[in-house]
């Protein structure tokens, strides 16, 4: 997430870490850290049913993606997933992810210029 953060800031998109995916890798680590099946499987979800749709989509579409964003979009999920499959996911992390996303599609829209909104 580190070099991820960096690329961004030298491409000068360094608001596209308010995007969804991104966040979403960010909970996952701090949850997995912090070891919190909560936030794990709340930003696991958000990542599987909209994070990684959006990022494959936006690849094909635009024929190329950065090595930090594979890593970025894949790792973080395949941690959550190993760590959901021992902990299960709790029956709160939909609606969680939900809360995430209805709470991240206005302050990404406000905070970032309009040719990086998606």
């Known amino acids: 997430m580190a070099a991820h953060t960096i690329v961004k800031w030298k491409l000068g998109t360094l ?13 996952i680590i701090v949850g997995l850290w912090i070891r919190s099946a909560a936030l794990v499987g709340t930003a696991f979800l958000w990542h599987v049913c909209v994070g990684e749709p959006g990022y494959v989509y936006g690849a094909l579409v635009q024929g190329h993606t950065g090595w930090t964003s594979v890593l970025v979009h894949s790792l973080p999920t395949v941690a959550a997933f190993l ?34 909104n998606i």
Do not use: I
Not at 17 to 25: E, I, M, P, R, T
């Open 83 to 116: 760590y959901l499959r021992r902990t299960g996911l709790p029956k709160a992390a939909p609606y969680w992810g939900l809360l995430l996303f209805l709470a991240l599609v206005p302050v990404s829209h406000y905070l970032t210029p309009p040719n990086l």
């Open 15 to 27: 608001p596209e870490l308010l995007w969804g995916c991104n966040v979403a890798s960010f909970l």
